[in-house]
């Protein structure tokens, strides 16, 4: 009786802290809302999940992710499975399951598939793993990190420490807890070693799984899983890769060592350092994919890396780097607001004469849409015809333009806009829209925390321009401009702050998601890599015309690292090793890829629509685009690949993507077909499409040898 008074007592005291913190936050929270007024319109979306059920009190003082590597473990029930390479977690309320998964490989898609390899929990009795497990009460994440993110189990006295790119998977055992290990596969044999510090499991997939404990523990086993004595430490999961006795040595020697969380710190411009809050004592061992590897500085940190101890992922083979911090280069880039090769005068006359014709069929009355997506991308196709204008040195129709965007944003900044706006949702902490907010549907997601980056990049792009050709406009509006790139830009981990960090830019991967709140299997999305560019392209020139030189930098280094990603995964060269060779075969670019998966599809538009699928990776087409498609051979690739699927009618808006990449092997082709073309995509124009015909230098520059031509049909004409 007096041990059930005690747990009663502790389990009250519990309680009592639990609510105090909440509390707290609330107050700390209360308090930020006064200090820091907000601009926009605050609301609570009644289609959003609460997130508070997910994270523990600590936490609720701070806006939540939206698009973040473990997105799957906020939303419904928490029992999807995410990506943390190189393994695929799915928890459950009393359990984490963990697969080395296999991969299917198609000429459509590329995926992995999950199988629950082992699955950990506590045990409450003494039978053996097939006892009762505890009650089932929900996970909460107790922290998270640009790296990593730890799921409590307290009723289960188990912790999971989940970093991205860790070989172990981690466990924390509070409290003398008995441990379970499931699996769906046989058990072929279970080994210790003299100290029973680690345990050799053998399963009848072929694979071998290596359980590491920071204490000795005895295990007992049947055909489907092993039990542990009661322990209290750290307990650790290993795949052992393929390499034999040497990636076991290499998991041996470094398993003593494991990172609690890791930031990405923006040192300098396009430099990323990662620093790993490290337990445990030796080396830390940490998996780099292809695009780290191309851009660890190894002369600015004391690294080795580890070339033949790899794992394989869908991203490419992960190999193992050792050191407690990494420093990342990237390419660096310029951001201009006019063409990096400039235009010949002899070309500006045919500008102008478009120009002309372009600015005279403004109206802002003629924005049909209301959606933010497709109101964003009017408004930055008429801010392109004002720098297209300074750069053919035809300032006259400069104002004109200046007078519809203003007419066209300010609505937006006011609120006086009659069919849709900006408001700020305090569930979650960031922008939504009028119509985000009554139906999520509405605004291509945006409601629902879906592609930021691409909306906002437009207004920040129309809005960068405007404030350089007007300065005091620029002044006026900076709170509103400002928040608008902080949605997506924030970086900063402050709790008053009233945006996440980096709502989009996955700082693993280097790049963006743009799958908000919404659960899926294959974890976060993203379709279109030419616009995740252009919102940070768009948001350095907003410093540029603010004179903010942090802005710049971090924009332009984000917008590089995602150009690096971009050609990584998302464009595929003939040739290529990354993907699988029947993929390979049939795709020169990804559809939609996801943390899980590759799919050849779009979300609009079928595999066969290869105009589209060149053309969302294309748009919109600006300064910019010269160095996502810098690879000229890979150009070329990609319009012999789509040409032969350009007969049928109504796509001429996606038939001037085409043409733009035409022009950067074939200038003279290019322009031809660009003459001709009767429609355009709705942020585009035939001034735009001049301009980058004409920019793109003469063919022997490009170095293009090939005389042929292609007509409008595909047809290969000599």
Known sequence: MEAVSAEAASAKAAEAAEAKAAEAAAAKKAAVAAAFPFVFPRVESPFLLDPSPFFSPSLLSTPFPTNSFFQNFTLNNGDQAEYIHPYLIKPSPSSVSVSFPSRVATSTSLYQLFNADLTIFAISSDDAAHGSSPEAQPYIISSYSDLGVTLDFAASNLKFVLVRGSPCLTCLVNRRTKVAISTIHAILSLSSNRSRTKHTLKLNNNQTWLVYTSSQISFSHNLNAITSERFSGVIRFAYLPDGGSFSEEVLDKFSSSY??????????????????????????????????????????????????????????????????????????????????????????????????????SLNPTAITATSSYFYGKFIARAARLALIAEEVCYPEVIPTIGKYLKSTIEPWFDGTFSGNGFLYDEKWGGIITKLGLTNPGEDLGFGLYNAHHYHLGYFLYAI?????????????YRPQAYSLMADFMNLGRRSNSKYPRLRCFDLYKLHSWAGGLTEFADGRNQESTSEA???????????????????????????????????????????DNLYEEDFTRENRVVGVLWANKRDSGLWFASAERRDCRLGIQVLPLSPITEVLFSDVQFAKQLVDWTYSTLNREGIEGWRGFVCALEGIFDQGNALEKVRRLSGFDDGNSMSNLLWWIHSRGDDEETGCKDGGKYCWFGHYCH
């Open 259 to 360: 990172a609690l969380s890791g930031d990405a710190v923006l040192t300098r411009p396009f430099c990323l350092e990662y620093k790993w809050e490290k337990r445990g004592w030796g080396d830390l061992l940490m998996l780099a994919h292809p695009l780290h590897v191309r851009l660890l500085s190894r002369e600015e940190c004391r690294v080795t890396v580890l070339e033949d101890f790899k794992y394989r992922s869908i991203d490419g083979d992960l190999v193992g780097v050792v050191g407690d911090s990494w420093v990342l280069r990237s390419n660096p880039i310029s951001v201009t607001w006019h063409s990096i090769r400039g235009i010949k005068e002899e070309s500006h006359n045919e500008i102008i004469q478009a120009l002309r014709r372009d600015v005279a």
């Open 533 to 575: 560019v252009n919102a940070y392209y768009s948001a350095a020139l907003m410093g540029l015309a603010y004179g903010d030189t942090h802005l710049v930098a971090v924009g332009s280094t984000l917008a590089a690292m995602e150009i690096q990603a971009a050609q990584t995964w998302w464009h595929v060269r003939e040739g």
């Open 464 to 476: 960068a321009v405007l404030a350089k050709i007007d300065p005091a406009w620029g002044r006026k």
